[in-house]
């Protein structure tokens, strides 16, 4: 019993999965170039006061900001002794490679066919395959049955539809639509 209690040792955290404090302040500078490259795409947008005397740059700048602050942090913590309070990720040691290309695929037919079929239709199957590919990391059964199909295709239409209709009726935002009429 007293092997599976947690240990109290910091070198202990070390010897597990919990990466090296110079990784961890290695992702922290990451975050920072991140930070710094948004930053520069920001640079690149106007800066004419809109409504409010608010630009479209100001959203831009707070996220780069927001984000350079966490990266600092980051590099803070894992220069001041690491990540002290991070517990063991855990999961599989391998990665699942058939539910990862089950989202994948969603993703890339719906950016591929939503031309074709329409914002409702192409973000149904998008949901429909990352479901199936949820489904099988989980380890459920029966994920190819009629039933759980025609569920998780129903489900992706009462979501993407009243977001198309939200968007193409009330925000005269322009979405691809399957037919011309804007409802669909």
Do not use: H
Request: aromatic fraction near 8%.
């Amino acid at each position: 019993m007293s092997e599976l209690a947690p240990s109290s040792d910091p070198a202990a955290a070390d010897a597990g999965s919990v990466p090296s404090p110079f990784w961890q302040a290695a992702v922290g500078a990451a975050v920072v170039l991140v930070a710094a490259g948004m930053a520069f795409g920001a640079l690149k947008i106007p800066g004419d006061a809109g409504y409010g005397g608010v630009g479209p740059n100001f959203l831009p700048w707070v996220c780069a900001a927001v984000l350079g602050l966490c990266g600092v942090l980051l590099i803070r913590e894992a220069l001041t002794g690491g990540y002290r309070q991070a517990a063991d990720p855990g999961g599989a040691p391998r990665a699942a490679l058939g539910p990862f290309v089950w989202v994948t695929a969603g993703l890339l037919l719906n950016a591929a066919l939503i031309v074709e079929l329409g914002f409702i239709l192409g973000c149904t199957l998008c949901y429909a395959l990352a479901v199936q590919g949820l489904r099988r990391a989980n380890g459920q059964t029966g994920r190819l049955a009629p039933r759980a199909l025609a569920v998780d295709v129903l489900t992706g239409l009462a979501i993407s539809a009243p977001v198309f209709w939200l968007f193409t009726q009330f925000l005269a935002i322009n979405l691809p639509g399957l037919t011309n009429t804007g409802w669909l």
